[in-house]
C-alpha cells in the first residue's frame, strides 16, 4: 500500500464515522498519537488524511483542543421553499420546533405598506417566529400580513403552519418573489439564533402573492450561515 | 397637508433624486438644515423622511459627515445565472470587466477530482478571475476543467466568455447544480474584492454539466455582499 492509498482510506474511515455518528458533532475526534496507533502510520500520513476533511467542511481544528467534528449544514432546496418549514425539515429527517416571540397588529411601516399594496394607513398582522430543527435556532422568521380579510387572531403558530392558515382563509401563497442578500448577525439576532455577534447570515425578503397575484405575506427571514446552505438547479 | 403627508413627500423626492443621478451613489445628500430650508419643514419631519430611505438601504448615516447615498446593489437574477457574465452585466447597464489573476494546469485535490467525476491522478485547467461591474470588483471566480477533451492554453479568458469557449469546444454547459453558503471575507479575498475582513460574502459551488450530464466546470465564486443581491421568483 502507498503512502497516498494510507491516507485516503484512513480519510474515507474518519468520513464514514462521521456520517454514521460514531463521531457526533461538536465532539472532538482521536489525537493525532491515537489515530497513528489504530491505523499504523506516520504524523505526516493522519494529518493529510485530517487536512482534507478540514477542507472539505467535516472537520474542524480547534485551538489547544483537537480537532472538532463540524455540525452538519442542513441542506434547503430552493425548489422546495414554498413547503411549509415543518414538512421540509420532516423530510430531511430533523425534529422542527417553532417558537412564537411577538404576535401583535400595528401600523404598517411605508416598507410593509408597500410590499402587501396597503394605503400607508393600514393596520398588519406582525408575527415573530424562531425556528429549531433538533433543538438548534435555524431561522429567525418576521411576518407581515394584512388584518383585511384574514383573522389570526386565535390561531396557535407554535404548532399550526401560517401557510396552511392562509390556506383555509382562501388567501393561498402560490407564488412567492424573494431576494437575498448576506447580513451580519447584530447583538439580538445573535443571541435569538445562537451564534455570535457579526456572523454572516442569509438575509431573505419575501413577498407571497396568492393565484390572482395579491400579496398576502411579506416575510423577513434570518438564516445562520453555519447551520444552512441552499441547493438549485438551472437549465440553459 | 399633514405632517405624515409632509415626511413621505420628502422621502418621496429624495428617493427620486437619488434614482435619477441628481444625488450619486457615494455623496452626501444635503444637510439637515438645509433640507428643512427647501422643504420648510421641521427637522423631525426632515429625520423621519432620511430615517425611512435609510431602513429601505438606499442611504447610510456616516458619523460627523452626513446621510450619504448608499452604493446601489446589483441584482443577480437566479433564473439568469447561466448567461455570460459579460451578457448580464450588459443587460443591466453595467461596464463588465475580467483580469485573469491565475491560469494554468495542476494536479485535481480530491474534491475536484469528485466533482469532476475525475481520478485522482488528473491533471486539471485552474482559472481564476476576478469580475469587476463599473469599474469595482463584484466576484472572485475560480473555475476547475478537465484538461482532457479541452484546450484552453490560448485562449484569453479577460475578453473570451468561458462558457462561450466551452460550447465551441463541443463541451457546451446545459445545466448547473449550485450551492449557496455565505462566508466571512478572509485577508486575500478581502483585498482582492475591496472589502473589510470579515464581511459577508455570497459563496457558490457551482458544478457545470453538459447536455449528456458530464460534468464539465467546476467552480467557486465569491460575490461581495454589499454589492450583490439575487431575486428568485417561485411558483407552489
Do not use: C, W
Amino acid at each position: 500500500m502507498t503512502s497516498i492509498a494510507k491516507h485516503t482510506q484512513i480519510e474515507q474511515d474518519l468520513r464514514t464515522k462521521i456520517q454514521d455518528g460514531t463521531y457526533p458533532p461538536q465532539t472532538l475526534i482521536p489525537r493525532e498519537v491515537d489515530l497513528m496507533a489504530t491505523y499504523q502510520v506516520s504524523r505526516p500520513t493522519v494529518r493529510q488524511a485530517i487536512q482534507t476533511l478540514v477542507e472539505q467542511g467535516l472537520l474542524e481544528k480547534r485551538k489547544r483542543r483537537g480537532t472538532m467534528v463540524k455540525q452538519a449544514k442542513i441542506v434547503q432546496a430552493f425548489t422546495q421553499v414554498i413547503e411549509g418549514y415543518d414538512a421540509e425539515m420532516a423530510d430531511k429527517g430533523l425534529q422542527p420546533q417553532t417558537k412564537v416571540l411577538l404576535f401583535k397588529t400595528e401600523p404598517a411601516t411605508a416598507e410593509v405598506a408597500s410590499k402587501l399594496q396597503l394605503s400607508v394607513t393600514a393596520v398588519v398582522y406582525k408575527l415573530v417566529r424562531l425556528r429549531y430543527a433538533n433543538g438548534q435556532p435555524v431561522v429567525l422568521l418576521t411576518s407581515y400580513l394584512p388584518t383585511d380579510g384574514l383573522d389570526l387572531a386565535t390561531v396557535d403558530f407554535t404548532t399550526v403552519s401560517l401557510y396552511d392558515t392562509l390556506t383555509q382563509q382562501q388567501a393561498a401563497v402560490e407564488r412567492v418573489r424573494r431576494r437575498l442578500d448576506v447580513l451580519k448577525a447584530d447583538e439580538t439576532t445573535a443571541d435569538l439564533l445562537n451564534v455570535a455577534v457579526d456572523e454572516p447570515l442569509f438575509y431573505f425578503h419575501t413577498q407571497g402573492l396568492t393565484a390572482q397575484g395579491t400579496p398576502v405575506e411579506y416575510s423577513i427571514a434570518k438564516y445562520r450561515g453555519d447551520l444552512n446552505y441552499f441547493m438549485m438547479d438551472l437549465q440553459r
